[in-house]
């Protein structure tokens, strides 16, 4: 594996990150307060209270509550808002938790021992003096002197000097400050006696020390804390330091001893959901002796590589590592050498003493694989805990981002009164409800009919399998946890006797996954099938409104309609079920004593698997599965049900609002897109860290703003940007923008996914507006510039335009900025997206504002007489396909050459002009122009008519 070389963060980097943390975290409160203020206060009037309660029911605002109150965790149980992330040092090796620190921190400053003691949780942190003292468990100092004899929790803070305190367990002061002459803490500081383990006030008091430390000014504490499942209090001592401001916490495991039964009780318990905190698992005493290496006629690299992948595949197998990661690519699991490191410090410190450095000596040193390695533990430990900052920025924000544009979608269907499309929609979800009640039933049915069949499976798995189960049983290996000195030798023999079923139990569940896949859950597969084809036909009916897209989602959760997802979802679960049931199915067969040591003995264990085998009934195992089937399509049909009627009653809702709620929902829907776009601009400064746009890289210009390319880290172009100046009044229709860019997922339009908001002077009331979206390679007018493209390929472009324009129109939007400046196209020319933020609104929004370039305006928005509608869109769509038939990108409509300059903005429309037909223009092409263009609005074609004509001209030429 190889190690590459670590990037050292500059010292106090975390310092700046917490600030901006805590900046972020108090925006994310503010902008769910007021969400919630709005909903409560401003809509409940503007609402009828039945659809304000139905809302707020459907929001779910607590989820969200709770995660961003999960930010502000560590002031809730005690500790100050100055408190700083922990790295929590957990695990049942405790020299191994030892030498880490101290290397960590570049010293002896924690004492090591390979006997286990009972002890105190200890936090190390920064401070320009060493003490300790003892404090509570909130943080009071207890006395003014240290207890040596009783354990306590130990912190370690940076110092000049390294201090000793305990504090009580209400934090006050115990004793005097003391100052060590050594710059160890010594284990009589921090271990209890053991008739004071029970003692809760000695074990809930601190020992707090602090220590002068480079790794500690990066603003980080660590805490070693005591272990986990020997003691009640101290259980809840570490637990409770894992609940302090933003845990780092870090699993340290032997890699000799591997995942014991107490690292798992372990792992169990700091992975609880409501602690919440991610884990990285350090594997230290990596380093192979050559004697152990010619004992094993292995290499010492295969040694290591087998010590670090059986650690890594059992915490795979466990699921606290995603199956899909390697030891590569995870980026919480490292394995690590301290004693090598140890060396490495202790030999430099002997050359500094005696003056004597080898700067060869030393740099081989430095290049050597565990202390190369070493420092890329502390950069990756760093960048874990400045991810955890990013992950619950983000997750935060997302979760009110859902809730905010939730609102919007909702809103923007009510204040639009689409009452027919709802009452497609509610026949539509009769329709489905109605099928899946019928497959649901013909589902429960089919397993049970297909029960005979599954007997004669079990049967031919007894029969054909159970030669070749016998043989692996023979050559099974016991696991390290079966056999440990204490246990007596009934015990031993229990152990190996509960490997052998378990191994069994999975070859019988194995059995039946490809009988199930290709036999009776194949004919419950296609008729889920048949379900999703229904909804692909309820999709074409009602994916022209952006609302709808929401609603459909909720559709496909409470089934996994692919054939891949079906297989691996419930049939892993019923499979999990089934070796829960095997056991209680089987009759207890008992143990054989008095035998040789069952670990060598193969008959033993033959004998043993053959009983084993011998008690399964195969109808009570057929009677198992078919009732954790008919449990999982039950659970499904029931989520299912609660989704769509949840479903059902919105539409119901929206279609009995009131003129008047309408009309203030109007006024109301900007305020709710100006938060999205506030609480958007948080998530995404953490999204796109570290991107920046690349000023050199524009990709095109438009009325107000201009496109740019966007850099990722690493410099390499990843994103496009619009960079737009906004006024702060403007900013409400920008945020409507972005909100609708960001939640239409349409092939045809421009999906944002980011945005920045920059102030540009404290003073001002100016800023600039970044919003990022898919890379691209130009505008269609630079395009055309550029390239020389056929005329087909160009009037295909001209037909994606019209493809967008219906789908915002049937969502009752107009885009008002329509022009091939305006039309974005990738490298292959196969992606064409009109970016849908000229300003894109409900027509039940619109005002007299419009920023199309004046050659595109309608004549009746020139003169200023209407308002713009799905007609106007439609105008500029007619102007654009002479622009594309032309094909050059340079030359313009004769009325428009002939002008000084563009002039008034209003000028060209007022005129009422409109271009002249070009040579070779075909008759159908021009027809559809003029009636784009007609000067009266009611006599242009609708953007689907306007599609379907372009598609019938597209597809006539050669």
């Given at each position: 594996?190889?190690?590459?070389?670590?990037?050292?963060?500059?010292?106090?980097?975390?310092?700046?990150?917490?600030?901006?943390?805590?900046?972020?975290?108090?925006?994310?409160?503010?902008?769910?307060?007021?969400?919630?203020?709005?909903?409560?206060?401003?809509?409940?009037?503007?609402?009828?209270?039945?659809?304000?309660?139905?809302?707020?029911?459907?929001?779910?605002?607590?989820?969200?509550?709770?995660?961003?109150?999960?930010?502000?965790?560590?002031?809730?149980?005690?500790?100050?808002?100055?408190?700083?992330?922990?790295?929590?040092?957990?695990?049942?090796?405790?020299?191994?938790?030892?030498?880490?620190?101290?290397?960590?921190?570049?010293?002896?400053?924690?004492a090591q021992s390979q006997s286990p003691c009972t002890a105190r949780v200890t936090r190390l942190t920064y401070s320009d003096r060493i003490y300790v003292l003892v404090r509570s468990k909130t943080g009071e100092q207890i006395g003014d002197s240290q207890s040596p004899c009783t354990a306590r929790v130990t912190r370690l803070t940076y110092s000049d000097r390294i201090y000793v305190l305990v504090r009580?367990?209400?934090?006050?002061?115990?004793?005097?400050?003391?100052?060590?002459?050594?710059?160890?803490?010594?284990?009589?500081?921090?271990?209890?006696?053991?008739?004071?383990?029970?003692?809760?006030?000695?074990?809930?008091?601190?020992?707090?020390?602090?220590?002068?430390?480079?790794?500690?000014?990066?603003?980080?504490?660590?805490?070693?804390?005591?272990?986990?499942?020997?003691?009640?209090?101290?259980?809840?001592?570490?637990?409770?330091?894992?609940?302090?401001?933003?845990?780092?916490?870090?699993?340290?495991?032997?890699?000799?001893?591997?995942?014991?039964?107490?690292?798992?009780?372990?792992?169990?318990?700091?992975?609880?959901?409501?602690?919440?905190?991610?884990?990285?698992?350090?594997?230290?005493?990596?380093?192979?002796?050559?004697?152990?290496?010619?004992?094993?006629?292995?290499?010492?690299?295969?040694?290591?590589?087998?010590?670090?992948?059986?650690?890594?595949?059992?915490?795979?197998?466990?699921?606290?590592?995603?199956?899909?990661?390697?030891?590569?690519?995870?980026?919480?699991?490292?394995?690590?050498?301290?004693?090598?490191?140890?060396?490495?410090?202790?030999?430099?410190?002997?050359?500094?003493?005696?003056?004597?450095?080898?700067?060869?000596?030393?740099?081989?040193?430095?290049?050597?694989?565990?202390?190369?390695?070493?420092?890329?533990?502390?950069?990756?430990?760093?960048?874990?805990?400045?991810?955890?900052?990013?992950?619950?920025?983000?997750?935060?924000?997302?979760?009110?981002?859902?809730?905010?544009?939730?609102?919007?979608?909702?809103?923007?269907?009510?204040?639009?009164?689409?009452?027919?499309?709802?009452?497609?929609?509610?026949?539509?979800?009769?329709?489905?409800?109605?099928?899946?009640?019928?497959?649901?039933?013909?589902?429960?049915?089919?397993?049970?009919?297909?029960?005979?069949?599954?007997?004669?499976?079990?049967?031919?798995?007894?029969?054909?399998?159970?030669?070749?189960?016998?043989?692996?049983?023979?050559?099974?290996?016991?696991?390290?946890?079966?056999?440990?000195?204490?246990?007596?030798?009934?015990?031993?023999?229990?152990?190996?006797?509960?490997?052998?079923?378990?191994?069994?139990?999975?070859?019988?569940?194995?059995?039946?996954?490809?009988?199930?896949?290709?036999?009776?859950?194949?004919?419950?597969?296609?008729?889920?099938?048949?379900?999703?084809?229904?909804?692909?036909?309820?999709?074409?009916?009602?994916?022209?409104?952006?609302?709808?897209?929401?609603?459909?989602?909720?559709?496909?959760?409470?089934?996994?309609?692919?054939?891949?997802?079906?297989?691996?979802?419930?049939?892993?679960?019923?499979?999990?079920?089934?070796?829960?049931?095997?056991?209680?199915?089987?009759?207890?067969?008992?143990?054989?004593?008095?035998?040789?040591?069952?670990?060598?003995?193969?008959?033993?264990?033959?004998?043993?698997?053959?009983?084993?085998?011998?008690?399964?009934?195969?109808?009570?195992?057929?009677?198992?599965?078919?009732?954790?089937?008919?449990?999982?399509?039950?659970?499904?049909?029931?989520?299912?049900?609660?989704?769509?009627?949840?479903?059902?009653?919105?539409?119901?809702?929206?279609?009995?609002?009131?003129?008047?709620?309408?009309?203030?929902?109007?006024?109301?829907?900007?305020?709710?897109?100006?938060?999205?776009?506030?609480?958007?601009?948080?998530?995404?400064?953490?999204?796109?860290?570290?991107?920046?746009?690349?000023?050199?890289?524009?990709?095109?210009?438009?009325?107000?703003?201009?496109?740019?390319?966007?850099?990722?880290?690493?410099?390499?172009?990843?994103?496009?940007?619009?960079?737009?100046?906004?006024?702060?009044?403007?900013?409400?229709?920008?945020?409507?923008?972005?909100?609708?860019?960001?939640?239409?997922?349409?092939?045809?339009?421009?999906?944002?996914?980011?945005?920045?908001?920059?102030?540009?002077?404290?003073?001002?009331?100016?800023?600039?507006?970044?919003?990022?979206?898919?890379?691209?390679?130009?505008?269609?007018?630079?395009?055309?510039?550029?390239?020389?493209?056929?005329?087909?390929?160009?009037?295909?472009?001209?037909?994606?335009?019209?493809?967008?324009?219906?789908?915002?129109?049937?969502?009752?939007?107009?885009?008002?900025?329509?022009?091939?400046?305006?039309?974005?196209?990738?490298?292959?020319?196969?992606?064409?997206?009109?970016?849908?933020?000229?300003?894109?609104?409900?027509?039940?929004?619109?005002?007299?504002?419009?920023?199309?370039?004046?050659?595109?305006?309608?004549?009746?928005?020139?003169?200023?007489?209407?308002?713009?509608?799905?007609?106007?869109?439609?105008?500029?769509?007619?102007?654009?396909?002479?622009?594309?038939?032309?094909?050059?990108?340079?030359?313009?409509?004769?009325?428009?050459?002939?002008?000084?300059?563009?002039?008034?903005?209003?000028?060209?429309?007022?005129?009422?002009?409109?271009?002249?037909?070009?040579?070779?223009?075909?008759?159908?092409?021009?027809?559809?122009?003029?009636?784009?263009?007609?000067?009266?609005?009611?006599?242009?074609?609708?953007?689907?008519?306007?599609?379907?004509?372009?598609?019938?001209?597209?597809?006539?030429?050669?």
């Amino acid at each position: 594996m190889a190690i590459p070389q670590a990037e050292a963060q500059p010292i106090g980097f975390l310092d700046e990150e917490i600030a901006e943390f805590r900046s972020n975290r108090d925006l994310i409160k503010e902008h769910l307060d007021t969400t919630q203020r709005l909903l409560t206060e401003s809509f409940s009037k503007a609402l009828s209270p039945e659809f304000s309660a139905k809302l707020k029911e459907s929001l779910k605002f607590e989820p969200v509550r709770q995660k961003v109150n999960q930010l502000y965790r560590g002031n809730q149980t005690g500790s100050s808002d100055s408190s700083k992330p922990c790295i929590i040092i957990v695990g049942q090796t405790k020299s191994g938790k030892s030498s880490f620190i101290n290397e960590l921190l570049g010293g002896t400053f924690v004492a090591q021992s390979q006997s286990p003691c009972t002890a105190r949780v200890t936090r190390l942190t920064y401070s320009d003096r060493i003490y300790v003292l003892v404090r509570s468990k909130t943080g009071e100092q207890i006395g003014d002197s240290q207890s040596p004899c009783t354990a306590r929790v130990t912190r370690l803070t940076y110092s000049d000097r390294i201090y000793v305190l305990v504090r009580s367990k209400t934090g006050e002061q115990i004793g005097d400050v003391q100052y060590l002459e050594k710059p160890t803490i010594e284990e009589d500081l921090v271990k209890l006696k053991d008739e004071d383990r029970e003692n809760d006030e000695l074990i809930s008091s601190t020992v707090e020390a602090g220590i002068k430390c480079e790794f500690l000014r990066h603003g980080i504490d660590i805490i070693d804390s005591p272990g986990l499942n020997e003691n009640s209090s101290l259980d809840s001592l570490t637990l409770g330091a894992i609940d302090s401001f933003l845990p780092i916490i870090i699993y340290v495991i032997d890699s000799n001893s591997g995942i014991t039964i107490a690292v798992q009780k372990d792992l169990k318990a700091i992975q609880l959901p409501e602690i919440g905190a991610e884990v990285f698992y350090l594997i230290t005493k990596m380093d192979v002796s050559r004697e152990t290496a010619v004992e094993s006629s292995s290499t010492t690299e295969q040694i290591e590589e087998e010590k670090a992948e059986r650690v890594f595949s059992k915490l795979q197998r466990l699921g606290y590592i995603s199956p899909n990661e390697t030891r590569d690519t995870c980026n919480k699991f490292l394995c690590v050498s301290c004693w090598e490191v140890r060396r490495f410090r202790r030999k430099k410190e002997l050359m500094i003493k005696k003056n004597k450095l080898d700067p060869e000596a030393l740099k081989e040193m430095e290049n050597s694989k565990w202390v190369r390695r070493f420092e890329e533990v502390k950069t990756r430990i760093l960048k874990f805990a400045q991810d955890q900052f990013r992950n619950l920025i983000v997750s935060s924000g997302g979760g009110l981002r859902r809730i905010q544009s939730e609102i919007l979608t909702l809103f923007m269907d009510k204040a639009t009164n689409i009452k027919e499309s709802n009452l497609r929609k509610k026949k539509a979800l009769y329709q489905i409800k109605s099928l899946e009640q019928e497959i649901h039933q013909q589902s429960k049915s089919i397993v049970e009919k297909n029960r005979d069949e599954l007997l004669r499976q079990a049967g031919r798995f007894f029969a054909e399998r159970k030669p070749l189960i016998l043989d692996e049983v023979r050559a099974l290996k016991y696991s390290e946890s079966v056999i440990s000195a204490d246990m007596s030798q009934k015990d031993i023999e229990k152990k190996c006797v509960d490997e052998i079923h378990a191994l069994i139990n999975d070859r019988i569940i194995a059995s039946f996954c490809d009988f199930l896949k290709d036999g009776a859950l194949k004919t419950c597969q296609n008729d889920f099938d048949r379900l999703k084809q229904v909804v692909a036909e309820y999709e074409k009916d009602v994916e022209q409104t952006p609302a709808y897209q929401v609603l459909k989602k909720t559709l496909l959760v409470g089934y996994s309609l692919s054939s891949k997802d079906f297989m691996l979802g419930p049939l892993s679960i019923i499979l999990r079920k089934m070796k829960h049931f095997i056991k209680l199915i089987v009759k207890n067969p008992g143990l054989v004593l008095s035998m040789s040591s069952p670990v060598e003995d193969e008959r033993w264990k033959e004998y043993q698997a053959d009983v084993y085998l011998s008690s399964v009934s195969k109808e009570n195992l057929v009677d198992c599965l078919i009732t954790s089937l008919n449990g999982w399509f039950e659970n499904q049909h029931r989520e299912f049900v609660e989704k769509i009627t949840s479903s059902e009653q919105l539409v119901e809702k929206s279609m009995k609002l009131t003129e008047k709620e309408r009309s203030d929902i109007k006024a109301l829907y900007p305020r709710v897109a100006r938060l999205h776009l506030l609480t958007m601009d948080v998530t995404s400064k953490y999204k796109f860290r570290g991107f920046r746009i690349d000023t050199e890289g524009k990709l095109g210009s438009a009325a107000q703003c201009d496109m740019f390319r966007v850099l990722n880290e690493i410099g390499e172009p990843t994103l496009a940007a619009k960079r737009i100046i906004s006024c702060e009044t403007s900013l409400d229709d920008i945020a409507t923008e972005v909100y609708h860019s960001s939640a239409f997922e349409h092939p045809n339009l421009v999906h944002v996914v980011g945005v920045r908001l920059h102030k540009r002077r404290p003073e001002e009331n100016w800023y600039t507006v970044e919003i990022y979206m898919e890379l691209m390679l130009c505008d269609a007018w630079t395009l055309m510039q550029r390239y020389s493209l056929p005329v087909k390929q160009r009037l295909k472009i001209g037909l994606r335009i019209a493809t967008s324009l219906q789908f915002l129109h049937s969502s009752e939007l107009v885009h008002q900025d329509v022009a091939l400046s305006n039309v974005w196209v990738n490298e292959d020319l196969n992606k064409v997206k009109l970016a849908p933020f000229g300003i894109v609104k409900c027509y039940s929004h619109n005002n007299q504002q419009t920023t199309s370039i004046p050659v595109y305006l309608a004549p009746e928005i020139a003169t200023g007489r209407s308002s713009p509608d799905a007609s106007t869109d439609v105008f500029s769509l007619g102007i654009a396909l002479w622009y594309l038939f032309e094909g050059t990108g340079r030359r313009h409509p004769e009325y428009v050459e002939l002008l000084p300059s563009f002039g008034p903005i209003q000028l060209p429309g007022a005129q009422d002009r409109r271009p002249k037909r070009l040579p070779g223009m075909p008759d159908q092409l021009w027809s559809l122009m003029e009636r784009c263009w007609s000067g009266t609005p009611d006599s242009r074609p609708s953007a689907e008519s306007a599609a379907d004509s372009l598609r019938q001209i597209v597809d006539s030429l050669n």
